[in-house]
């Protein structure tokens, strides 16, 4: 058997043909599941699910058969797991071998899925799906920690209302948190000509009841591309702390989200070395019980949309 490290890039590919598979449903209202796998049947990209060979496999087209009832089975277990995991906060009925779509409450489920399908997330208008995943990670990233919790999209490009400037955002930030006091070091500018957000995309913190300082910070690094596994350590403090004096009382702690539904064992390195990770799974499971969050509640149109603007 397989460990859950060395098989994590062939299960998270197998995830990604879930993906395929959910996304299907969402374009026709359902599918089946080797909807999951077309492209690669088409492509001729099957071969990790290769059998060991023998001589019962005596011909191409079995070969090929084999690796596509594998490919397919891979993906039903995993859409199994996803319907598990988030019981009814799962947007999708399985019902033997089709997947069903039921449109969620707050459309967090889809609009995650649309961006991890999304190839170009650089370009306009999809550019947009990063900018608003970032924003909507923090508001739900705030929702996990609670009453007498607060949240600041940092990340560029930003509001008017935070600071397009980076020592104006972080400005806002000591305004809003009493914390984070900006101090550069002596050789650095007190007001820095740079719209960048040093790794830094949102920050959401928790007060502990009274005015005073020390808080529980979550300082967030959102992934959105294919290339998401790379990105662990855009986050660095080093990079962070060379601007105040002090950043904050507690440390804080590094937070990692992204639009991707991780397989366990990518899970597990990705809080190895990126911190807490908040993946599609529990972006969604927080967002989905009620009542409404009020300032998640006011961008479920946008996601809405924007889920439509892949779809299209």
């Known amino acids: 058997m397989v460990d859950l490290y060395s098989g994590r890039r062939f299960d998270q590919r197998v995830s990604g043909d879930a993906d395929q598979a959910e996304f299907a449903a969402i374009l026709r209202g359902a599918a089946v599941t080797d909807s999951g796998v077309y492209d690669d049947r088409i492509a001729g990209a099957l071969d990790d699910f290769d059998h060991e060979t023998d001589e019962a496999v005596g011909s191409d087209w079995q070969r090929r058969d084999l690796q596509a009832d594998s490919a397919v ?113 002596d050789d650095l500018p007190n007001e820095v000509a740079m719209n960048g957000d040093e790794g830094m995309d949102f920050v959401v913190w928790k007060r502990l009841g009274d005015s005073r300082q020390g808080q529980l910070f979550l300082t967030g690094q959102c992934a959105c591309g294919d290339d998401w596994d790379e990105k662990f350590n855009d986050l660095d403090f080093d990079r962070l702390e060379k601007w105040f ?38 972006l969604t499971l927080i967002s989905a019980p009620p009542p409404p969050y009020p300032a998640l509640a006011a961008w479920r149109d946008r996601l809405g949309t924007l889920t439509q603007l892949v779809v299209k």
């Open 73 to 185: 089975g891979g993906v039903q277990e995993e859409l199994d797991r996803r319907s598990e995991l988030l019981g009814e906060a799962y947007p999708f009925r399985l019902t033997g071998n089709q997947i069903v779509y039921e449109a969620s409450d707050t459309k967090v489920y889809e609009f995650c899925l649309a961006v991890s399908i999304q190839k170009d997330l650089s370009s306009l208008p999809f550019a947009e799906l990063t900018r608003v995943f970032e924003r909507i990670s923090a508001i739900i990233v705030e929702r996990f920690l609670g009453n007498g919790s607060g949240s600041l999209h940092t990340g560029t490009p930003r509001d008017d209302d935070v600071g397009k400037r980076f020592d104006a955002a972080m400005k806002t930030l000591n305004r809003r948190t009493g914390e984070w006091i900006w101090h550069p070091e």
């Open 245 to 282: 004096h002090p950043m904050a009382r507690v440390r804080p702690t590094r937070a990692f989200t992204t639009p991707h539904f991780l397989v366990e064992g990518n899970l597990i390195e990705a809080q190895r070395r990126a911190g807490l990770v908040f993946d599609r799974a529990r």
